[in-house]
C-alpha cells in the first residue's frame, strides 16, 4: 500500500458574490511509497502549494474552500477532517517544512522548548524524556553540537542551521510523510547540498515518505526518485525522475527543461525562456491550458482539454500530441557574443580588507573583530560580467559594500573608474550615484508600493537632471519588454518578474555602466528567469555596461558571467575565465562547490545525460 495515495483532488476557492468558485487544483492524482521522494514543480501559481497543503489540511476550511477527492496519507483519509482530528494527525503523521524556518520557529521559546512540546503533544512523557527526543531530533537532522543548541533561539542560529532546527521541529514527533516547500531556495549551493542530502537520508532511516515542492530542477535532478509537474492546477506529467527529465512528453516540461540554466552546459548559453504567464485560475483558455504559450500547438489545443496518456512504467503526460513526440530542444548555438576583451579595467579591488568590530558585555566593548575581507585583489572590466560566488559568509557581499560606498576598507583601495570610492570629492559622488546602480534580489522589496511605474523610474532621473519625458520613460520600459501602459499603474499589479524588469529599468535610467546584480533572480520562476537572465544579456549588448554579478547559483554563473571570482572566508580562492574555472578548475574548494552544484554531472556519473543534462539521482546511483 503507497504511503501517500492522492486521488482526484479539487481544490476551490469560493469567487466573490454571485461568481463561480476558482478551482486551484483540479483533479490531481499521486502517490508515493516510503522511502521515496516525490518532487512536485511547476511555476508560481501552477497549484503546487495549494495541493502541498491539502495534504496538512493547512487551507481555509468550507465554505472559503472546498476540497474534494481522496487523500490517503498512512492508510488514513484526511479530506474531511475536522480541525480537532487534524491536530492528531499533523505532526504525528505528515509534517511541513517551510521556505522560510523563521515562519516556522517561534522567536519566543529556545529550539529545545518547542521540539520538546511539539513530541509532549502528541505522545505523552516527562520533560526529561521529551529534552531528549529533542537531542534526538536535532541529531537526525545533522545539527551541529545538538545538545547545545537546546537552549538557543532562532535568531542566535544561522540561515542553515535555523533550516535544520525547523527540520528537526517536523520529524520530532516521526511523522510518516513530510511536505517540504522550496525548504533550500534562500540556501547557498553548500548548505542547499547538506540539507537535502539529510532529507533523503532520513526517508531512509525512517523510513518517511517526502513531498519536495520546488521549482528548481536542478534539485528535483539530484534527489527525487519521481517527479510531478503541475500547471495551472493539473497534473500535466508525472513518472520516474529519470524518465520525465530524460524523455519529456509533455512540451511544458520540456520548456521548464529548456529554460533552465545548466552547470554543464556550454557558456553563455542563450535560454529558452516561456513565453507569456500561466493563466489566472479565474480565466482559464478552454481546451488545454497550455496552448497559448505553447510553442507547437495545433488548432484542435484550444478546444479539447488533453487526458492523461499513460505512456507505460509510471510516466504519464498530458497532451493531444503526446504520441508524435514534439520536442522543444534546448538552444545550443545561440550564445551571447560578448564584447572583445578591451582590458579596460572599470572598477578594481586593490588588496582591500574590511573587518565589523564585535561587541560583548553590559557595555558593549569591542572583543575582537570579523575579517570578512582579506586582502582581496579584483577588477570588473568595461562591458564584461564578472560573477563572484561562495557560500553565505564568504564576503561576497561585503565587498561589494565597499563598491557601493556602504562600507570603508579597512585596508587596500576600491577604485571606479579612476575615482578612489572611499574619498570621493562632490562630483565623483554624483559620478558614483549615476553610474554604479544595483538590482536587488527581491523585487516585492525594492520598489516603494506607494509610487507608480512613472514616478519610480523618474525619481532618480530628477535627481541627476535628466530629461523624464514620457518617451525616455516610455523607451526605458521598452527596453526591459514592457510597454508603456505600465507607466500610470503601481508595483502590486505586477507579477514578480515583471517587477524585477521595473526594478531593471530603474537601474538603467540613468545609463550606468555598472550594474551589481545582487542575488537578482534566484527569487524568481526558472521561466522568468530565464526572461531576465536573456533581458541582462541584451541590454549589455545593445548598452555595453558590466555586470558584477552575485549569486550561489553555479548554473546561472554559467550562462552569464565572462569572469569568475571564487571567495571562501573573505578571501579570492581562485578567478579567471568563466569558461577556464568551468574546465579547469584549480581551487579543492571550487572543485567541491561545482560538484555540489544541483545538475552537476559528479565524478561518479555515468550512462547518458537526461533532455537537460541534468543527472538524475537514481543514474548517480546506479553509477
Ligand atoms: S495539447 Fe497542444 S497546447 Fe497542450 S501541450 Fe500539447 S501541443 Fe501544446
Redesign the pocket.
Known amino acids: 500500500m503507497s504511503l501517500l495515495r492522492v486521488t482526484d483532488l479539487t481544490v476551490s476557492f469560493a469567487g466573490r458574490t454571485g461568481q463561480d468558485p476558482v478551482r486551484v487544483v483540479d483533479g490531481v492524482d499521486l502517490h508515493l511509497d516510503a522511502g521515496e521522494t516525490l518532487a512536485v514543480v511547476g511555476e508560481s501559481g501552477s497549484g503546487k502549494t495549494v495541493t502541498a497543503l491539502s495534504l496538512l489540511g493547512l487551507n481555509p476550511t468550507a465554505p472559503t474552500c472546498t476540497t474534494t477527492g481522496s487523500v490517503l496519507i498512512d492508510g488514513t483519509e484526511v479530506v474531511g477532517l475536522g480541525e480537532r482530528s487534524w491536530q492528531r494527525v499533523r505532526g504525528s503523521t505528515v509534517a511541513m517544512v517551510f521556505q522560510d524556518p523563521s515562519a516556522a520557529l517561534n522567536p519566543l521559546l529556545t529550539i529545545g522548548t518547542q521540539i520538546a512540546d511539539a513530541v509532549r503533544a502528541h505522545e505523552p512523557m516527562s520533560r526529561e524524556h521529551a529534552r531528549r527526543r529533542a537531542v534526538e531530533a536535532l541529531d537526525l537532522a545533522r545539527m551541529p553540537g545538538a545538545k547545545g543548541r537546546l537552549g538557543q533561539y532562532a535568531h542566535e542560529l544561522s540561515g542553515g542551521m535555523r533550516q535544520r532546527a525547523a527540520i528537526a521541529l517536523a520529524i520530532a514527533a516521526r511523522p510518516r510523510l513530510l511536505i517540504a516547500d522550496e525548504p533550500t531556495t534562500a540556501l547557498d549551493v553548500a548548505v542547499q547540498a547538506e540539507i537535502m542530502g539529510m532529507l533523503g537520508s532520513l526517508c531512509s532511516d525512517l523510513d518517511m515518505g517526502l513531498v519536495l515542492i520546488t521549482h528548481d530542477l536542478g534539485v528535483v535532478a539530484g534527489h527525487a526518485d519521481r517527479v510531478a509537474v503541475m500547471y495551472a492546477g493539473r497534473l500535466v506529467e508525472t513518472g520516474t525522475a529519470a524518465s520525465v527529465l530524460r524523455d519529456p512528453r509533455?512540451?511544458?516540461t520540456q520548456s521548464l527543461l529548456a529554460a533552465t540554466p545548466r552547470v554543464d552546459g556550454p557558456a553563455r548559453q542563450r535560454l529558452t525562456a516561456i513565453g507569456g504567464r500561466p493563466p489566472n485560475p479565474r480565466d482559464r483558455p478552454p481546451g488545454?491550458p497550455?496552448?497559448p504559450r505553447?510553442p507547437?500547438?495545433?488548432d484542435r489545443?484550444s478546444t479539447t482539454v488533453?487526458p492523461r496518456v499513460d505512456l507505460g512504467q509510471g510516466h504519464s503526460a498530458a497532451?493531444?500530441?503526446v504520441e508524435q513526440r514534439?520536442t522543444i530542444e534546448p538552444p545550443t548555438a545561440t550564445i551571447h557574443s560578448g564584447p572583445a576583451v578591451s582590458g579596460d579595467v572599470l572598477a578594481r579591488f586593490d588588496d582591500v580588507s574590511l573587518s565589523y568590530p564585535v561587541r560583548g558585555g553590559v557595555l558593549r566593548r569591542v572583543t575582537g573583530h570579523v575579517h570578512a575581507v582579506r586582502g582581496v585583489s579584483l577588477s570588473v572590466t568595461r562591458g564584461r560580467t564578472l560573477a563572484l560566488v561562495g557560500e553565505s559568509g564568504s564576503g561576497k557581499t561585503s565587498l561589494t559594500k565597499m563598491l557601493l560606498r556602504l562600507e570603508k576598507p579597512d585596508r587596500g583601495v576600491v577604485s571606479y573608474d579612476g575615482i578612489d570610492v572611499a574619498k570621493p570629492d562632490r562630483d565623483q559622488v554624483r559620478t558614483l550615484q549615476r553610474e554604479v546602480q544595483v538590482v536587488f534580489q527581491n523585487p516585492y522589496a525594492s520598489l516603494d508600493p506607494r509610487m507608480r511605474v512613472r514616478e519610480l523610474l523618474a525619481e532618480p532621473m530628477k535627481v541627476h537632471g535628466l530629461d523624464t519625458a514620457e518617451a525616455e520613460l516610455a523607451g526605458l520600459l521598452r527596453d526591459v519588454g514592457l510597454d508603456a501602459g505600465a507607466l500610470d499603474r503601481y508595483p502590486a499589479a505586477f507579477s514578480g518578474g515583471q517587477r524585477q524588469r521595473i526594478a531593471i529599468a530603474r537601474a538603467l535610467a540613468l545609463r550606468p555602466k555598472l550594474i551589481v546584480c545582487d542575488e537578482a533572480v534566484s527569487a524568481l520562476d526558472v521561466s522568468v528567469q530565464a526572461q531576465v537572465l536573456n533581458l541582462l544579456a541584451d541590454l549589455q549588448q545593445q548598452h555595453g555596461m558590466a555586470y558584477l554579478f552575485i549569486t550561489h547559483d553555479l548554473a546561472v554563473v554559467r550562462s552569464v558571467a565572462h569572469d569568475i571570482a571564487v571567495m571562501r572566508e573573505g578571501q579570492v580562492v581562485e578567478s579567471g575565465p568563466a569558461e577556464q574555472i568551468y574546465q579547469d578548475p584549480q581551487h579543492d574548494y571550487t572543485r567541491s562547490l561545482l560538484a555540489m552544484a544541483p545538475g552537476h554531472p559528479s565524478s561518479t556519473a555515468a550512462g547518458p545525460a537526461p533532455a537537460a543534462g541534468l543527472e538524475t539521482a537514481s543514474q548517480r546511483s546506479t553509477a
Open positions: 509533455m512540451p511544458y488545454c497550455f496552448q505553447c507547437v500547438a495545433v489545443c488533453p497532451c493531444l500530441l514534439p
